[in-house]
């Protein structure tokens, strides 16, 4: 427990480049459109009232996301099954 | 591997958290289907019992994983999201990196936190750049 309330601290002062933000609205929306009923919706508005101005382009993020290529990994690593 | 790296833990409430959102994300991104159904119940176990010590990064790349999969139900996301998204704060800024050394394989950013791909081993590359680099665009000069 004590490794893991460091890290919370820690985390961000280590990585401090990261948009998980459009991250997080990407999977509030898909999670929102494949069960309607969860309740995420008021979550994913909430979110997009405190970060409409961020949330207006997010290109950079689609772009880097649509080019991302799913692989064979155990092929691709040269593993045995 | 991720079978017996989880043998090493006796207790699964040790596995640190941070860890199982990773893994979720990993496999998520990398269309790694079957891990998924064989692991994700114990992963959403360790966010379920430790969500509290999730900061920003990980719930974002389990909530995208997990609702990529069409493994968020109400438990999760009651015990894991609901309750820890409202207090966190999530950034947009876009890394921009530099080539250095005249080399098309390694980087730094302005933080010089980027760790270069071209200081990998070969098996290191594969697992985590296949030969692109997530979040990180080449300024454009």
Excluded: C
Excluded at chain 1, 67 to 73: E, G, I, N, P, T
Aim: charged residues 25%.
């Amino acid at each position: 427990l004590e490794r893991n309330s460091s890290t919370k601290v820690l985390f961000p002062i280590i990585f401090p480049d990261y948009i998980n933000l459009y991250e997080l609205h990407s999977g509030l929306k898909t999670a929102h459109s494949k069960d309607s009923t969860l309740g995420v919706g008021v979550k994913l508005v909430e979110l997009e009232a405190k970060y409409k101005d961020s949330l207006k382009d997010a290109s950079g993020f689609e772009k880097v996301d649509a080019s991302y290529k799913k692989v064979d990994y155990v092929a691709h690593l040269g593993l045995s099954a | 591997m991720l079978e017996r790296y989880l043998r090493l833990w006796d207790n699964k409430k040790s596995v640190p958290v941070q860890f199982a959102a990773n893994t979720l994300y990993v496999m998520e991104r990398n269309g790694m289907n079957d891990a998924l159904d064989e692991y994700s119940h114990i992963l959403i176990d360790i966010l379920k019992n430790k969500s509290e010590f999730l900061h920003s990064e990980g719930l974002a790349i389990s909530l995208w994983a997990l609702a990529q999969s069409g493994s968020l139900n109400s438990d999760v996301w009651t015990n894991v999201f609901e309750k820890n998204l409202s207090d966190k704060k999530f950034g947009h800024e876009l890394s921009y990196i530099d080539e250095v050394r005249l080399t098309p394989n390694q980087f730094e950013s302005a933080s010089n936190s980027y760790f270069s791909e071209g200081s990998w081993s070969d098996f290191g590359k594969k697992l985590f750049y296949q030969g692109i680099i997530p979040y990180y665009l080449p300024r454009l000069h």
